[in-house]
């Protein structure tokens, strides 16, 4: 466990930097934890998607 973010997107960094060549990949993901009805399989990042996820913001817990 990190004691802050910052050290653990250092850590990663650090880590990236010596495994690249090891571990090529060629893309990054990040989960959405709500997408609303529409959207409950993974996709690639667009502008219309950020436009219907902004008004899916509703269904957030937070």
Request: contains cysteine; proline residues 6%; charged residues 20%.
């Amino acid at each position: 466990m990190f004691k802050d973010v910052p050290t653990a997107v250092e850590s990663l960094t650090e880590w990236l930097d010596e495994n690249q060549s090891k571990y090529p990949f060629t893309a990054i993901g990040h989960r959405v934890v709500q997408g609303g009805p529409a959207h409950r399989a993974p996709e690639m990042l667009t502008e219309q998607l950020l436009v219907t996820l902004k008004q899916s913001s509703s269904f957030s817990c937070t």
